[in-house]
């Protein structure tokens, strides 16, 4: 009996269901690695941020405080210092007098400007203070002048910064002189930051002047907020590294790990990537371990059945060869023509079965691209079936077993994914098998038959003969590449053992099953052979 080629077809890993995040779409892998690097930068941001109110809350307070202390310099210096006969006047005098009773703390500096914008009082002149600015080391020669550095305002020349500062502080003298109180942040001539008030100094209406009040200890201030972010930045560099330090252990050393794995299956080491670790983690990696095991499996079987196809291939083949090789040694040693023509008859039976072994094992060699190469599609069994009937009533000799389509109800559709000639394939196998099986004597009326049905989601096709059917304990050996069983009185190597074979390996390709089983009739006895093949079917 017809058999065919099979090579193993392992079954695919079920991929687990991925589970979707709402809040950060995409990849296990790819979440974590924006979680931990939006983790970090959220400690410094969230740091900054918090530092910063902070910050503008202390120069707010600080701004406050000037104001509530400049308002009382200004009604002191207005009662004391300002004259309206017989014209509006600022006394210069009795201004210092002033300033020099209040009391100005270190951190601030008070100074009286009058109309014009001119100086004519300051707390540091008043206190024997002096603005001290830091002078820059030695130059050598060719060498250029130092540059001072500041965040917002970049490297700047000493010479530059009081230049900015003289020119800050005169605007905001000219806004204050307009009759508005001016509240800034700016620069002083030593290159730190001052909060600074301007309150017009008043009789009646008139503006006689300017009272000047800053703070200086804007510095300290944001030099304390650096300080404060410093365990935020901390925090967030030790995250980084963490996260980079988990991305690099979870990520890269088993990425690592695979390359090697691989690496050592192309050069022959080892048969299949087996990395169980891995390939239990519920992420990407572990899907790919997964793939990869299951690919490098599939590869290893495969090349263990094309090494066992070698095998019986050459076995297969060894046996019409001693044939000939004892026929022609025979052939010279006889005289009877009788004889010789024997011999050369069982060379020609024994070439013609080589012929058809090796047409058959190619056929078989070539299957698997075959069915790679080929895009499944949208197929009507029914049409398939009935042309294939078709051409063999036409191709039927006298000497042959008939072979008839049983079409189910019209109106029926019998659709499968597949491949035409892979599957015609299939059943020409399966219909040449019945027919050598079937007897031309004994039965009345032999026929093979083809029938189809649907069961469940399957589409269910049968191959059945009139024949004396199949031993039990062979109905799955028959699958087996290079087995035959052949009824008595067939001739010996009419069959080379590959169809059934094939045309099992083919319809699992298609996702279906194959199996034979004997016909009995009301007495129990084996009336013939069937065989069945189920491919599920193709649903819109």
Partial sequence: ??????????????????????????????????????????????????????????????????????????????????????????????AREVLQLLFIPRSQRARVFDAHGELIADSYVIGDRIESIPLPPALKPGQSPPLHFSLFHHFRSPAALAEQSRAALRLEIDRALTGQTVKTLRLAQNGQRVVSISIPLHN?????????????????IVGAQRRALLPFILMAVA????????????????????????????????????????????????????????????????????????????????????????????????SDPEAKARLTGILKHDVDRLERLITDISNASRLDAELSRDEPKALDLRALLRELTELYGQATRGDQTPVRFLPPEAGESFTVMGREGPLSQVFRNLVDNARSFSPLTGVEHPEVRVTL??????????????????????????????????????????SSGLGLSIARQIVEAHGGTVHAENRVDEAGRIVGARFVVSLPESRP
């Fill in 453 to 494: 049905q649907r069961s469940g989601r399957n589409v269910v096709a049968a191959v059945e003969d009139d024949g004396p059917g199949i031993p039990p304990e062979n109905l799955e050996t028959i699958f087996e590449r290079f087995y035959t069983s052949r009824p008595k009185g067939a001739a010996f190597g009419g």
């Fill in 204 to 220: 009646v209406q008139a503006v006689l002047g300017v009272l000047t009040l800053e703070s200086g200890d804007v510095d300290k």
């Fill in 1 to 94: 009996m017809a058999s065919a080629t099979a090579t193993a077809n392992p079954e695919p890993a079920e991929p687990r269901p991925r589970e979707r995040s709402a809040v950060l779409p995409g990849s296990r892998l790819g979440r974590l690695i924006v979680a931990l690097n939006l983790f970090g930068l959220a400690i410094l941001v969230g740091g900054a941020l918090v530092l910063n109110e902070l910050r503008q809350g202390l120069i707010a307070a600080k701004i406050d405080s000037l104001s509530t202390q400049g308002a009382f310099i200004s009604n002191v210096i207005d009662q004391a210092a300002t004259s309206g006969e017989p014209a509006p006047r600022l006394d210069p005098e009795r």
């Fill in 239 to 334: 995250v980084t590294l963490l996260s980079s330090l988990a991305l690099s252990r979870f990520i890269a050393e088993p990425v690592l790990r695979l390359a090697r794995a691989a690496d050592r299956v192309t050069l022959s080491r080892a048969r299949a990537i087996s990395l169980p670790d891995i390939a239990r983690r519920d992420d990407e990696l572990g899907d790919l371990t997964r793939s990869l095991e299951t690919m490098t499996r599939s590869l290893s079987e495969r090349m263990d059945a094309i090494e066992r196809f070698a095998a019986d291939v050459a076995h297969e083949i060894r046996n019409p060869l001693t044939s000939i090789r004892s026929a022609v040694e025979t052939l010279g040693l006889v």
